[in-house]
């Protein structure tokens, strides 16, 4: 799992997401190293990787280099994007390895933004249910499905119905994970509760110093996109991740 510091949002639109997988296949092919699944969220992202000809930990420091290096150049930011190291488990039986991969699938579920797990755009799912996903040849699905059967029709189905079923599974630390996005009037709401005096309005012409003082508040607003805040005040975006 990779984090954003202070849960800060680390993916801002589709680019962002693609950008990511992207780098993600780069670095999949350099090291060898075969991809199980993944979900990228908007403030993490989960991975099911095996090592390939180099540490694990080698290959993950390149891809967040990488993505940050993407990040500072696209919003003209600098600083930490990810929280401290990525943390990881082992995965030593095939069990837990479908759990696994159910549990990152229904990341999307169990916060709320989606009903069903093939809804989620950003996930390794609906590669596997047979429908096509950029980078196409990121996923390397076939290990999973001889785990289940020999007969990949049948292998198909029963991941699908395994994947779909419904699950306590706990992996890595639930804590921490995002709730369900605001809308715009239950975030307009709670920021006035927030700003008490001072109106909505007026946010944008505090003096510098103020007004970040501000932003940082608002930014602690769970289920606040950074995005959405910024469309609220009526403030450049840059003005929110730079707070």
Not at 8 to 25: G, M, N, R, S, V
Not at 170 to 182: N, S, V
Not at 198 to 210: N, R
Request: positive net charge; glycine residues 4%.
């Amino acid at each position: 799992m990779l984090r954003g510091a202070n849960k800060q949002e680390i993916f801002h639109d589709d680019e962002d997401c693609i950008k990511f997988l992207d780098i993600l296949e780069k670095y999949k092919r350099i090291s060898e190293m075969k991809v199980f699944a993944w979900c990228l969220m908007s403030n993490h992202v989960h991975l099911l990787l095996k090592e390939g000809n180099e540490p694990i930990s080698i290959t993950m420091k390149r891809i967040g280099v990488s993505f940050v290096w993407h990040y500072n150049w696209k919003y003209n930011t600098t600083g930490h994007l990810f929280q401290d190291r990525f943390r990881s488990e082992n995965v030593e039986t095939h069990k837990y390895l479908l759990t696994v991969i159910r549990y990152i699938h229904q990341n999307p579920v169990k916060t709320g933004i989606v009903n069903q797990a093939d809804e989620w755009r950003w996930s390794s799912c609906l590669a596997y249910y047979g429908k096509q996903l950029h980078p196409t040849n990121l996923l390397d699905a076939d290990l999973i499905f001889r785990l289940i059967s020999v007969d990949f029709t049948i292998a198909k189905e029963r991941f699908i119905e395994f994947n779909e079923r419904k699950s306590k599974d706990q992996c890595l630390d639930d804590r921490g994970i995002e709730r369900r996005r605001l809308s715009d009037e239950e975030a307009r709401q709670e920021i006035k509760q927030l700003l008490g005096p001072i109106e909505i309005a007026q946010v944008k012409s505090l003096s510098k110093l103020k007004r970040n003082e501000v932003l940082l508040i608002v930014k602690s607003i769970d289920g606040l996109s950074q995005r959405q805040a910024a469309r609220i005040l009526g403030v450049s975006p840059n003005l929110i991740f730079k707070a």
